[in-house]
């Protein structure tokens, strides 16, 4: 279909990038922090806004994406610094019943003692990010559905194959404003990731669920990693003669510390928002996504505990998916509390309203109101199926065996086809990160633990209506309680998927051995296999007509917004952004505010000698010795723990450097409060504000508890 091109329409869109927003608001694309650099000299930092748009020079070139979030370069020799819990999957990898790290921390001495990360585990630098719309949308025009989703997959292969023949890197096509723009990201990938620094866990998740997204908050949320490649300086998979990534830049550690009103600015990798979604999607969000997706992982989380403490081994394997899951909850929980606080469903309409009222004045409403129209009948039709796709996507993300039997049927049905018409995540240059999967799942996985999930998820989907039903998973596991727990007692008891040799045999295997297993889950996955192929076929046309239709929407959104005046950015979508703002406190609600500091003093009035407010002897001790010459407070003479700004941040954020108006490293963010998660839907500048690790914290931990002097050398602040 031809995008309308209306000269009032395509005006107010060019004006729009360049509208800036409230300090306290925005997630920035670096190529816009130019037509912003006004407002941020204003807000007061000191370097020039230009060199923030160029991801080759520093501060964003020392900034990279760790797993699912974000990390910084912090030395010339590859150390990278992120939050204990973003590092929380490599602790807990190299733990078991007689070395546990997760309870005691760990600290390398020297190079030698580092320990590797899950094979699985990728660090990622972006040196690339180019605007590819008009090729993009050439390729799809014309085309509906399935072949519009065909179309825009084809053209993004084609340029990610060809941005990945230089060695070492990793490219993708995202969309910025839900398909209106399309960019081509570069990375450099490192694979050889190890462990260097991590503090105890009631010091680096101290409150654990408890404090999660409150404050005050009393977490030293940090870890500190290091970067490894090949003698060639090439990126490589974990080997002991490897050296250390000397990146081109690295963030230099602040001597001082931050007081309030100060200027903050965040660069990161925030996941994604929900900011420029339609009104029926904020009313399916409040009414059933949410408090649905809660109630289930509530499940999933019982059953992880409820075995934990029958088996202490199988509670150190789902460590870090059980702390995934509270973390994911309380999130999702945070965020149905402030969205109904806020009264979002109705704001939303309210707004969306105006909007179509505006757009009825308009030239362009002919052409753009019947795609908007269509868009809320797509999304109708795709929330008739919502409970069947939610307990589909857990079932695969929530297990650890039968999930690497669906990935290796899928991987074999792939390899059937030339690899440019692969599925995504199954192409050959998927097949280290599938291998590396497969590899970690010993370190994760407990028979009882997976049959208990599974358990969990079928007996919620065999109570869907028919019209949910899936005719293969009813072949598969049977229609009722009694016939499920067979059926998983008979393919637990004897599939021998749990050994990682066999794995990575079947990985190796020819595709057309897969047929004639005699393994019973790889059977079952085999089952399973066309109805998830048809799950699939439906969703991508559904996505195909939205990413069709929605740029009409944005249009409307876009253009209705900057006649307001008000800011207009793109949602977040795992790409680099940039906030930028200022330590601010909180007033919470009538007559409860907060301090935007909080001090050692209080991990000391909240320690109870108990998880999850067990403070480690020697942090008690240290503390009552109160030797904090040269990183306490110069004013207060108190040790700074953590501390408040209005940044905009979301999910992804976490680990992402807080840097001051020099450029220098002040923080480390690594949480939201419990009265803003809902920003990730809904921006309010009453209550959003971003938690961060004051790094005077960090640095005094490193100096006079758990002492690292090589490491603190190593970052150019010596101990003191």
């Not at 309308?4 to 306290?24: E, R």
């Not at 490219?171 to 990731?193: A, I, N, P, W």
């Not at 795609?371 to 996507?393: F, K, P, S, T, Y």
């Not at 008891?493 to 889950?521: C, F, Q, Y």
Request: aromatic share 8%.
């Amino acid at each position: 279909m031809k995008r309308p091109t209306f000269a009032l329409l395509a005006a107010a869109l060019g004006l729009a990038m360049a509208i800036p927003s409230h300090a306290d608001e925005g997630m920035w694309m670096p190529s816009q922090l130019p037509s912003i650099g006004k407002s941020l000299r204003e807000a007061g930092l000191q370097g020039n806004p230009a060199d923030l748009a160029d991801l080759t020079k520093a501060p964003l070139n020392a900034v990279v994406k760790v797993g699912g979030a974000t990390g910084s370069f912090i030395s010339g020799d590859g150390l990278v610094l992120t939050n204990h819990h973003v590092a929380f999957g490599i602790i807990q990898y190299n733990s078991n019943a007689q070395r546990d790290l997760i309870q005691n921390g760990f600290v390398s001495h020297q190079r030698t003692e580092e320990l590797p990360a899950n094979p699985d585990f990728r660090l990622r630098v972006t040196t690339g990010f180019d605007k590819v719309s008009d090729q993009v949308l050439a390729a799809a025009k014309g085309k509906t559905g399935r072949a519009y989703f065909d179309a825009i997959d084809a053209v993004s292969k084609s340029m990610v194959a060809e941005c990945e023949r230089e060695p070492g890197t990793r490219c993708s096509v995202v969309t910025m404003f839900y398909g209106r723009d399309f960019y081509l990201v570069k990375q450099l990938e490192l694979r050889d990731v190890r462990l260097v620094y991590a503090p105890p866990r009631a010091i680096g998740n101290y409150g654990d669920e408890v404090d999660n997204f409150v404050w005050p908050r009393h977490a030293g949320d940090f870890t500190l990693l290091r970067a490894y490649v090949s003698p060639d300086g090439k990126p490589a998979d974990y080997a002991k003669d490897n050296v250390p990534y000397h990146p081109p830049a690295h963030l230099q550690v602040a001597g001082d510390g931050v007081k309030e009103g100060d200027f903050v600015m965040l660069a990161g990798y925030p996941g994604i928002t929900y900011r420029h979604r339609t009104a029926a999607e904020f009313a399916d969000q409040v009414q059933w996504r949410l408090p649905t997706t809660v109630q289930v992982m509530q499940q999933l989380q019982h059953v992880i505990e409820d075995t934990g403490r029958e088996d202490r081994q199988a509670a150190i394997r789902y460590a870090s998916q059980l702390q995934s899951l509270k973390n994911n909850i309380k999130r999702f929980e945070g965020e149905l509390d402030g969205l109904k606080r806020s009264d979002a469903v109705t704001v939303r309409r309210k707004d969306e309203d105006a909007m179509m009222a505006w757009l009825a004045s308009q030239p362009q409403a002919g052409v753009l109101r019947p795609q908007i129209d269509e868009v809320n009948h797509l999304i109708a039709a795709g929330n008739a199926m919502r409970e069947r796709d939610l307990l589909m996507g857990l079932m695969q993300s929530q297990t650890q065996l039968l999930r690497s039997a669906i990935m290796l049927q899928r991987l074999a049905h792939e390899r059937g086809r030339p690899d440019a018409q692969r599925e995504a995540g199954y192409q050959l240059r998927d097949e280290d990160l599938i291998a590396g999967t497969l590899r970690q799942v010993q370190r994760r996985y407990d028979p009882a633990v997976e049959k208990r999930l599974l358990t969990a998820l079928l007996t919620r989907y065999q109570q869907l209506p028919d019209a949910q039903r899936l005719l293969e998973f009813d072949a598969a596991f049977g229609r009722t309680p009694d016939a499920l727990a067979r059926k998983l007692d008979q393919v637990y008891g004897a599939t021998h998927l749990g050994d990682e040799a066999t794995r990575l045999a079947w990985l190796k295997a020819d595709p057309s051995s897969l047929d004639k297993t005699d393994d019973v889950l790889l059977a079952v996955a085999a089952q399973l296999q066309p109805a998830l192929l048809r799950m699939e076929d439906e969703r991508k046309s559904r996505e195909g007509d939205l990413l069709r239709l929605r740029p009409a929407y944005m249009d409307a959104l876009i253009a209705y917004r900057e006649k307001q005046g008000r800011a207009v950015y793109p949602d977040a979508n795992a790409t680099l952004r940039v906030s930028y703002g200022k330590v601010t406190p909180l007033m919470a609600r009538d007559a409860v505010s907060y301090e935007p500091v909080t001090t050692t003093a209080g991990i000391v009035e909240k320690n109870t000698n108990a998880p999850p407010f067990d403070a480690p002897r020697p942090l008690l001790d240290a503390i009552a010795k109160g030797d904090y010459d040269g990183y306490a407070d110069e004013k207060t003479k108190l040790m700074p723990v953590d501390f408040l700004s209005n940044l905009d941040t979301t999910g992804g954020n976490s680990g992402s450097p807080v840097l001051n108006a020099k450029g220098e490293l002040v923080g480390l963010n690594f949480d939201s409060n419990w009265e803003a998660v809902s920003a990730s839907w809904m921006f309010d500048p009453r209550y959003k504000r971003a938690i961060h690790v004051d790094l005077r914290y960090m640095r005094w931990l490193m100096d006079k508890v758990y002492p690292a002097p090589e490491l603190l050398k190593e970052m150019g602040v010596p101990a003191r």
